[in-house]
C-alpha cells in the first residue's frame, strides 16, 4: 500500500495567488522526483471550533484560509527517496515561502495507510 505526507497551513488570503504558484512548482517538482500523486486544497468549509479545528491547529487568523495538501508515494521507502531529491532540487531552494506563509506554523507528517476502498 502508498505511503502519503500530509501538510496543514495558513496562508494570507492576500497571497494565495502566490502560494498557488509555489505549489504548483512544487507539485511538478515532487512528481519529477517520483511523487505518485500531489494534491493542495484550499479551505472551503472549514469551521473555526470551540476546541479543535483546522483554522486552530495553524492558528490562522482573520485574513488568513487554510490550505491541507498531500503527498502519495509508492512506499516510505520512496518517499524518502523522493524527498531527498526534492529538498536537493535547486528549483526549491531559496526562501521565496517565506513570503507567503509562517513556516512555524506548517503542520506536517508522514502516514501509512491502513484502509483503501
Not at 515532487?30 to 473555526?48: F, M, T
Not at 495553524?58 to 498531500?70: G, P
Not at 518517499?79 to 529538498?87: I, L, Y
Amino acid at each position: 500500500m502508498a505511503y502519503v505526507d500530509g501538510f496543514l497551513v495558513a496562508v494570507p488570503k492576500a497571497k494565495v495567488e502566490d502560494y498557488k504558484a509555489l505549489a504548483r512548482r512544487a507539485g511538478e517538482v515532487w512528481k519529477e522526483h517520483g511523487a505518485l500523486n500531489y494534491v493542495e486544497c484550499l479551505a472551503d468549509d472549514v469551521p473555526y471550533g470551540e476546541l479543535t479545528s483546522f483554522p486552530r491547529a495553524v492558528q490562522a487568523k482573520d485574513d488568513e484560509t487554510v490550505v491541507f495538501s498531500w503527498v502519495v508515494y509508492a512506499s516510505r521507502q520512496d518517499r524518502d527517496a523522493t524527498v531527498a531529491k526534492v529538498m536537493a532540487d535547486p528549483r526549491l531552494q531559496g526562501d521565496e515561502w517565506k513570503s507567503i506563509f509562517d513556516g512555524k506554523r506548517l503542520i506536517y507528517g508522514g502516514f501509512e495507510p491502513f484502509l483503501e476502498l
